[in-house]
């Protein structure tokens, strides 16, 4: 693996809950070496997205399908979080072949030594844009990642839009995303809602995507019940394994009241959480709940006052191993530098 320095000075990643399009900013970097590589044409040398994570606000399991790999059938809301892993796409000389460097305080399994960074979900989608688009993957990747690994956030998926959209720029193929969107969904369940984020309705084993827009009348409605503005989510250092909380849940069922349907199954296998949503929702909470396969916890609250108060709820009584305070629905944004 060969790390390579990022060129691109780091913009803020945007937690605009309104904006209906992907922010493309451009940057300028002094000049280097490599720089010559694409000085006669217009494709920028570095591509950085940041991308957010996903919660499900909704999230009813239906059966099996052989012809989906087993996989059951949802009907999701999608919500993506304002909390954001940064992919970083840069163009490597023809023939050297593709890099991925992994930076972050809380990297999960992928620090292990084990981990094959060719199955790394970026690389994956890197390796499946090169094919759809008839090129070599030529490209270094660096994911800085913030979103908990394991954790039911959807890391892994939006690691892969990042590098769909990135790529999607650094070779000026400027595919819609519906393109985009194709290619995501023959690499997981959750990463063609993550190619745009803000909020979708997802139906078929999670990949076909209605978007939600803040000002139709469901996105309102939405809004008015609290699933917008401040969120807190509660990460632990534990792991779920996606198909395994499955696997419980066609054993245990969904609770009656759970609008997330894997959250009896993924409190099963890790207590802890189902004892961080009583707290946040006694602490003024508006909605506290696994999100998607667990373990971490979302609990989206209503002011500073309420913040606060759960915050100090799930520390008090260590319900929860880390907090991160974010804004939701999020969108992905894109940085160019030539
Ligand atoms: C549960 C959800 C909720 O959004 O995400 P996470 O909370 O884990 O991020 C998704 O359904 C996960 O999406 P994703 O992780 O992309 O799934 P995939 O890679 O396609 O599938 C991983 C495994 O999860 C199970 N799976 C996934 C999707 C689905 N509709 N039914 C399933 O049974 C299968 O065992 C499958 O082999
Ligand atoms: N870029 C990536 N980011 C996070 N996890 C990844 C990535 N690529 C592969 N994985 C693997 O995918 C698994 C699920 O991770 P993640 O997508 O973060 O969680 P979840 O599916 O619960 O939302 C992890 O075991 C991890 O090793």
Known sequence: MSAIAPTLVRHKASDAATTSAIAVNSTAHTASASDTLHASN??????SVDCPAKTNLVLHVGSTHEEWGGRHELDTIYCAVGVYDTVTATAKQPGTGFSLAIEGAYLGDLASSSADMRRNHAVLALFA?????????????????????????GGGSADAAATL??????????????????????????????????????TGFGEQITDIAPDSEQGLRLAKEGFAGQVLVGAYQSQLSTPEVYHTFDVVGAGAQDANHLQASAIS????????????????????????????????????????????????????????????????????SH
Request: proline share 7%; charged share 20%.
């Open 129 to 153: 844009m090169a094919e759809a688009a008839g090129r070599e993957p030529d490209v270094a990747l660096t994911i800085t990642k913030r979103i908990p690994v394991g954790a039911g956030l």
């Open 269 to 336: 296998l890790h207590p802890r959480s189902g004892q961080a949503i009583e707290a946040a929702l006694a602490a003024g909470a508006r909605h506290a709940f696994v999100s998607g396969s667990g373990p971490s916890v979302v609990a989206f609250v209503p002011d500073d006052t309420a913040a606060d108060q759960v915050i100090t709820a799930w520390r008090d009584e260590a319900l929860v191993d880390r907090i991160i305070r974010a804004v939701a629905p999020a969108k992905p944004s894109v940085g160019v």
């Open 42 to 47: 217009a494709a920028p040398l570095t591509v």
């Open 165 to 202: 959209l990135a790529v999607n720029r650094l070779w000026d193929l400027h595919w819609p995303v519906e393109r985009l969107r194709a290619i995501a969904a023959t690499l997981g369940a959750d990463m063609p809602f993550c190619v745009t984020g803000g909020m979708a309705r997802g």
